[in-house]
């Protein structure tokens, strides 16, 4: 069964910084396109960030380009996304998702797997 677990969401100040992880397991974790997308309350979920197999090929929603960074740890089935200058727009659920390639995260087409979600909210 696989299975995509986020952690790392929390409380934090405007102007902060956050790490959150998603650790996978049941899937052959190199094999996958990895990314994070959030949904705002009353919103609907939107792409953040994505990363290729081999870590090496990255790709960033504009909103956050600059201030977030996706990377990913193929020994340790985990992949990263490293949160700063946090500003209240970015409150959300982080969800992660495992999707064939790239091309598949960023459009939302077809992902694989996704996580339930963690909860980031950022304090003006």
């Known amino acids: 069964q696989v299975q995509l677990v986020e952690s790392g969401g929390g409380l934090v100040q405007a102007g902060g910084s956050l790490r959150l992880s998603c650790a996978a397991s049941g899937l052959t974790f190199s094999s996958y396109a990895m990314g994070w997308f959030r949904q705002a309350p009353g919103k609907e979920r939107e792409f953040v960030a994505t990363?290729?197999?081999?870590?090496?090929?990255?790709y960033y929603a504009d909103s956050v380009k600059g201030r977030f960074t996706i990377s990913r740890d193929n020994a340790k089935n985990t992949v990263y996304l490293h949160m700063r200058r946090l500003k209240s727009e970015d409150t959300a659920v982080y969800f992660c998702?495992?999707?064939?390639?790239?091309?598949?995260?960023?459009?939302?087409?077809?992902?694989?797997?996704w996580g339930k979600g963690t909860l980031v909210t950022v304090s003006s």
């Open positions: 990363v290729n197999w081999s870590g090496h090929s990255t």
């Open positions: 998702a495992a999707g064939a390639d790239t091309l598949v995260v960023r459009e939302n087409h077809g992902i694989h797997y």
